[in-house]
T-cell receptor, first 116, second 114 residues
Framework: EAGVAQSPRYKIIEKRQSVAFWCNPI?????LYWYQQILGQGPKLLIQ????????DSQLPKDRFSAERLKGVDSTLKIQPAKLEDSAVYLC??????????????FGPGTRLTVL | DAKTTQPTSMDCAEGRAANLPCNHS???????VYWYRQIHSQGPQYIIH???NNETNEMASLIITEDRKSSTLILPHATLRDTAVYYC???????????????FGKGTKLSVKP
């Protein structure tokens, strides 16, 4: 079974530039998550999609971050403009989204962003 | 904020059991205890979860105290590949909405040494 795919794996940009990350979840998984992981900390949820609708984006800095999940499959996360403090690993995860199940989350390898 | 407390780091000798403690004194009756681990440069990986009974799978065992205020993850025969950050998380196991979202703390960095 293919896992969660993310690209690119690494990205270096200068502050005030824009950047986009792509995620392809496990086939059939209804729920998709984007997390931000700053060095030395645990992952922090940015946004959760159920199919193509947003369930929770309370921790997404909406002035600069945006995300979409068109057609309820792939997703992109964009930062515009980037700040130094956005340097982090951006993790995508998916889960089946099945009623009654414990809905284990499967994580991709992440995209390491460095903002100079 | 994370509802769990874990030691920052632990060491374990290869081949020995690794016992990772977690305190969750404010756990609610409908919250499960979940464990994930994150190997360097990888995304977190699910290990095991439980409500109140002890659980075992091919990766680990989970021992939850009777009052459910603490738990221990046991890796019975640790290998070098078990070196990782281990996260203990309490969450409501529901489908739909954000109630069951994972809230990660800083976890315990386990170093398995030869």
């Amino acid at each position: 079974e293919a896992g969660v795919a993310q690209s690119p794996r690494y990205k270096i940009i200068e502050k005030r530039q824009s950047v986009a990350f792509w995620c392809n979840p496990i086939s059939g998984h209804a729920t998709l998550y984007w997390y931000q992981q700053i060095l030395g900390q645990g992952p922090k949820l940015l946004i959760q999609f159920q199919n193509n609708g947003v369930v929770d984006d309370s921790q997404l800095p909406k002035d600069r971050f945006s995300a979409e999940r068109l057609k309820g499959v792939d997703s992109t996360l964009k930062i515009q403009p980037a700040k130094l403090e956005d340097s982090a690993v951006y993790l995508c995860a998916s889960s089946p989204g099945v009623a009654g199940g414990h809905n284990e989350q499967f994580f991709g390898p992440g995209t390491r962003l460095t903002v100079l | 904020d994370a509802k769990t407390t874990q030691p920052t780091s632990m060491d374990c000798a290869e081949g020995r059991a690794a016992n990772l403690p977690c305190n969750h004194s404010t756990i609610s009756g409908n919250e499960y205890v979940y464990w994930y681990r994150q190997i360097h440069s990888q995304g977190p990986q699910y290990i095991i979860h439980g409500l109140k009974n002890n659980e075992t799978n091919e990766m680990a065992s989970l021992i939850i105290t009777e009052d459910r205020k603490s738990s221990t993850l046991i890796l019975p025969h640790a290998t070098l590949r078990d070196t990782a950050v281990y996260y203990c998380i309490v969450r409501v196991a529901v489908w739909g909405g954000s109630q069951g979202n994972l809230i990660f703390g800083k976890g315990t960095k386990l170093s398995v040494k030869p």
